[in-house]
């Protein structure tokens, strides 16, 4: 199947705002995921989006999505060294039954 | 409350042999999901279960994999013969009536085939 894409790395500086970005495939998922991964741990739910809104926030985190250019992002304020993980966007496309397509990953890191 | 949790975390084994990961999802969700990890690859969706009844095993590379259910709490993954190209990090997700609801992972099972 054709891949959700983001780029692989981004740094940023502590305090600073990072950006993530994605672009999804299937214009037809209900909604629209990020997970986070810290080094030797699982998948943690950070938030989603339904496919009806343009923006959500949740404390220091905001997720912009664009449903006809299919990007979706995610902006973390106040960037901390603990958000140091790799960040992964995953849709759910309507002919893959209940399955996530997941991107490759963002590994961010944030320097002091 | 707890997690999804999976087990063992660490598998170090020799090829050939039979490995076995096990999975306990959260308890009431009815949905229960096997995805592995590689760099080369990133995370692909092996197999999915509806109410312990697999309903997708399309994902599953070869024959030399099989995922049972036997009930609501329990799940295993198994590898037999095993090789190396099935090094991975295995995780098992669950979520409550599947249908774009989040999923739910577990630390996973880190499996090296030597």
Known sequence: ?112 | DAGVIQSPRHEVTEMGQEVTLRCKPISGHDYLFWYRQTMMRGLELLIYFNNNVPIDDSGMPEDRFSAKMPNASFSTLKIQPSEPRDSAVYFCASSFQGSNQPQHFGDGTRLSIL
């Open chain 1, 1 to 112: 199947g054709e891949d959700v894409e983001q780029s692989l790395f981004l740094s940023v500086r502590e305090g600073d705002s990072s950006v993530i970005n994605c672009t999804y495939t299937d214009s037809s998922s209900t909604y629209l995921y990020w997970y986070k991964q810290e080094p030797g741990a699982g998948l943690q739910l950070l938030t989603y989006i339904f496919s009806n809104m343009d923006m959500k926030q949740d404390q220091r985190l905001t997720v912009l999505l664009n449903k006809k250019d299919k990007h979706l992002s995610l902006r973390i304020a106040d960037t901390q060294t603990g958000d140091s993980a790799i960040y992964f966007c995953a849709e759910s496309p309507s002919n893959s039954g209940y399955a996530l397509n997941f991107g490759k990953g963002t590994s961010l890191l944030v320097t002091p």
